[in-house]
């Protein structure tokens, strides 16, 4: 589980906090599927919760098993049957998350702007519109430039390159739904790069509920 998580978080970027807007809770059913790099599957599926003022990330796993995942500040809480089973260090910060970037309405640029990025070329490919994002000086030993297409003025894929220029990671988002005025990608692909590796990934949400009235305890698990 773990592993999976960790990955799945690659999809996340740190640093990329939006400006406030009215929706402040998501909640979704996840399915994620992991193919390894020796073509073997792992499957996960689930609901997770959101609460941008809370700010912990909450998956309730259904399959492999019932597991409940929390991430909060820099730890990750594993919990099985209502017992504590594992506390790790995550890097992950949930109000630097893709679902706060969606709750922040901040999608079509992934928040770079607010996150000092500069925009250093920006191009047309047929319906794509391509810019080159330049990181700031902390960020530069890890990232070189982060190409981010846009396709009808909604996020369709990033690529995040890596200090010598090889691609670290290639994101796509797709099936864009319209809920209560934000755009929310039901579907995001992930290719990840490790020492010639790949690993591939898909994530899909569906039936996504914003501002779930009540319900309190579903966004704001006791630790």
Not at 30 to 41: E, G, H, N, Q
Not at 53 to 67: A, L
Not at 172 to 200: C, D, Q, R, T, W
Request: glycine letters at 4%; a positive charge.
């Amino acid at each position: 589980m773990t592993k999976k998580l960790v990955l799945f978080f690659l999809l996340l970027l740190p640093g990329l906090i939006g400006n406030a807007q009215m929706a402040y809770r998501i909640k979704a059913d996840i399915l994620t599927k992991l193919r390894l790099p020796d073509s073997t599957f792992q499957i996960s599926k689930g609901v997770i919760h959101y609460d941008k003022n809370v700010k912990k990330i909450i998956f309730d796993f259904t399959f492999p098993e019932e597991e409940k995942v929390v991430l909060f500040d820099t730890t990750m809480f594993q919990y099985r049957a209502g017992n504590l089973m594992e506390k790790t260090t995550n890097f992950l910060i949930p109000e630097q998350s893709f679902f706060h970037v969606i709750l922040s309405g901040n999608s079509s640029n992934y928040g770079f702007k607010e996150a000092n990025f500069e925009a250093k070329a920006i191009e047309k490919k047929k319906d794509l519109v391509i810019t080159t994002y330049l990181p700031p000086e902390n960020i530069k030993p890890y990232l070189s430039k982060i190409i981010v297409a846009t396709k009808n003025k909604l996020l369709y894929s990033i690529t995040m390159m890596g200090p010598n220029g090889n691609v670290l990671n290639r994101q796509i988002l797709k099936n864009y739904h319209l809920i209560n005025g934000l755009e929310i990608p039901y579907e995001i692909l992930i290719a990840s790069y490790f020492n010639e590796k790949v690993l591939y990934q898909m994530i899909s949400l569906d039936n996504v509920v914003l501002n779930e009235e009540n319900n309190n305890e579903s966004y704001n698990h006791a630790l």
